[in-house]
């Protein structure tokens, strides 16, 4: 972790270095922190206002643009850290990948810094992401980062906390552990609760607040949105007539070489074919049966990262947004894949004692 800690400096520096050059969102927020910083309050608001709210007390204080650009990126490590301890917490053994070990390749993957490493969304909801994976394993002994993480996540991007919500609910009521049916009764109010409170702050995320047709003009929301983002800054991708696998397949595994936007592109290509070798782990028999039966930070896992994935293959049409946007859910895929081969691992083990154990005949 001390490693990873100077590694995510080094995409701080590159990230500061690439928004010096080009348009980046980290200046706008802080432009609007020193000239409205007598505004605050007026910026508590989900989506894009609320880093403007977070900027605002050390921008006044008298931070610089590199200094709280530096905050930031020490918010981003924040999550490396919580994502560190929900792996090893619910897998303690290690598992290599390609010959190295497979933890340290997930903590170590560029792309992941990169977009967690400046004044932005991606640093604050990576962290509330990773606090509340963390900390749902034992809510009521941590329900303080529980509940700081999902107000994080709530106010960055108020859609993703509800596939979260939704994919906890699952978990508990589907997972493979005896809980109890007091705590599953708890967990569909809370569910319950939340889309009553919440939905209006979601559907106004999509222009839907006033719609008498959710489907259908969410459907035509997505298209206008898909084709706005297909026609800007030249890596844009037409997914409206993708069938849906093949639009999945965009979201986790492009850009890919072939069609890498620019040089950013170009090196996130190796690591989405680094994504692609992963993936094919689980591409077997043996993964569907244990999915079924698995715990339910597993099935957690897997519905809030499924869920996101079908939701913003509709809406991102544009290669250098899936790169930033793909970042805050992707652990949650590998979560499930480090599981499964954790699993499989622990199998053979116990078959190769068994077979270690087995009496030999005595003639």
């Not at 709530?154 to 589907?174: A, K």
């Not at 930070?297 to 790169?323: E, P, Q, R, Y």
Request: net charge positive.
């Amino acid at each position: 972790m001390n490693g990873l800690y100077f590694y995510h400096l080094i995409f701080f520096l590159a990230y500061f270095i690439y928004a010096m050059y080009r348009p980046s969102d980290s200046k706008h927020y802080y432009f609007l922190s020193v000239t409205q910083s007598d505004y605050w309050l007026d910026f508590f608001e989900t989506s894009t206002p609320f880093i403007t709210f977070l900027a605002i007390p050390f921008v006044k204080s008298g931070l610089s643009y590199a200094g709280t650009m530096l905050l930031f990126a020490w918010l981003g490590y924040l999550g490396f850290v919580f994502a560190y301890l929900f792996f090893r917490e619910n897998v303690p053994n290690k598992i290599k990948v390609f010959g190295v070990d497979f933890l340290t390749l997930l903590l170590f993957l560029p792309n992941m810094h990169f977009w967690t490493a400046s004044l932005g969304k991606g640093a604050v909801i990576f962290l509330g992401l990773m606090m509340v994976a963390y900390a749902i394993k034992k809510p009521f002994r941590r329900w303080i980062i529980l509940v700081l993480g999902a107000f994080l996540v709530y106010m960055v991007r108020p859609h993703v906390m509800l596939f979260m919500v939704v994919g906890i609910t699952f978990g508990y009521l589907r997972g493979r552990e005896k809980i109890n049916p007091v705590i599953k009764f708890l967990v569909i109010i809370l569910m319950i609760a939340f889309l009553f409170f919440a939905s209006d702050t979601i559907l106004k995320m999509v222009n839907l607040e006033n719609s008498e047709n959710l489907t259908q003009d969410f459907m035509n929301y997505s298209e206008l949105q898909a084709e706005r983002l297909s026609e800007s800054s030249g890596s844009g991708v037409n997914m409206n007539n993708y069938p849906l696998p093949f639009k999945f397949f965009t979201f986790w595994f492009r850009p890919l070489f072939i069609d890498a936007p620019n040089f950013l592109g170009l090196i996130t290509s190796f690591e989405n074919l680094l994504y692609l070798l992963i993936f094919l782990k689980i591409f077997n028999w043996r993964f569907i049966r244990f999915f079924r039966k698995a715990p339910y930070m597993v099935k957690m896992s897997g519905v809030t990262f499924l869920l996101a994935t079908f939701a913003l293959t509709f809406l991102m049409s544009n290669l250098g947004i899936i790169m930033r946007q793909k970042s805050q859910v992707m652990y949650f895929a590998f979560f499930v894949i480090y599981y499964f081969l954790a699993e499989q691992e622990a199998y053979k083990n116990y078959k190769r004692m068994q077979i270690i154990k087995k009496p030999k005949h005595e003639y």
